[in-house]
């Protein structure tokens, strides 16, 4: 299997609660909080870790699934500033920093580039600062407090960092699964890319049906308070890139994506990249 983090980070430190700010609501478990539970965080409450840890019963490979998910950004990051000379990065849906973000991923092979994180969630803005803190001197890294339903605003916003005249990198990274119209969530991608030039790249990924034993999990997450996430066959995300040219090896599995390894195993969230002609 593909080691997610290419400079692996020590153990983290038993999670510790951090103090909720009064619209965060800490009792009720968060989408972003139980994330990062899984990705060995600490910036999460006790209702997130017990929401995760009753999906992680009956589905143990989502732990897997999130750690994997970080390392597919970390390889698309990497070939799009380094193979293909992206400088811009639009990283829609970010959710709480954990290690090997976006923009320290992309400003270690170019510190001149430039990167927006966009969330709507309130304990995420609250931890901007991290990241803004570790950004390059040559570069630029901001966040935008938006929601992808609205494309036109994120945009909008992005453009006070990004030079939307020159090529974009769109992510949406394991985020989408939470509108459930595929046509909105086809039009969401749309519309934003729309908003790029040609020899911009779409980055996205989501997680799939395709074992029982994953879509039990998304159950079992909603029953203990979790916001249901919709799972898609793998043909219904392939429609996301219409009208874009696939970058091999086109969609596959997340851990198959350019893989360090040759032998990386299948796993149920499907990504790509793709190019805007």
């Not at 898609?232 to 040219?245: K, S, T, Y």
């Amino acid at each position: 299997m593909v080691d997610p983090d290419p400079e692996p980070a020590s153990d983290p430190e038993p999670a510790s609660d951090p103090e909720p700010a009064s619209d965060l609501q800490a009792e009720v478990p968060h989408a972003a909080r139980i994330w990062n539970h899984w990705m060995g965080g600490t910036d999460n409450f006790p209702a997130d870790r017990a929401a995760g840890d009753a999906v992680a019963q009956v589905y143990p490979e989502v732990v897997l699934m999130a750690r994997q998910s970080r390392g597919f950004l970390v390889r698309a990051v990497r070939f799009l500033a380094a193979e293909v000379g992206i400088r811009q990065f639009l990283d829609i849906g970010s959710g709480l920093p954990t290690m090997r973000n976006t923009h320290e991923v992309a400003q270690e092979i170019a510190p001149e580039s430039r990167v927006v994180y966009v969330d709507h969630d309130p304990m995420v803005l609250a931890h901007a600062q991290t990241l803004l803190a570790n950004s390059s001197a040559e570069g630029s890294t901001t966040y935008l407090h938006a929601d992808y339903h609205d494309p036109e605003k994120i945009l909008a916003g992005a453009a006070a960092t990004l030079d939307l005249r020159e090529p974009v990198a769109v992510m949406f990274m394991g985020v989408l699964g939470y509108e459930p119209d595929l046509a909105v969530l086809r039009a969401i991608i749309g519309r934003t890319v729309a908003g790029t030039v040609a020899g911009s790249h779409l980055v996205f990924w989501d997680g799939t049906n395709t074992s029982p034993e994953v879509v039990a999990g998304a159950e079992r997450l909603v029953r203990n308070g979790g916001v249901p996430y919709v799972l898609r066959a793998p043909d219904e995300l392939a429609g996301c890139f219409d009208n874009l040219v696939m970058v091999e090896p086109g969609l596959v599995p997340i851990t198959r994506w350019r893989p360090d390894e040759a032998d990386a195993e299948g796993i149920d969230a499907y990504g790509g990249v793709a190019r805007k002609p």
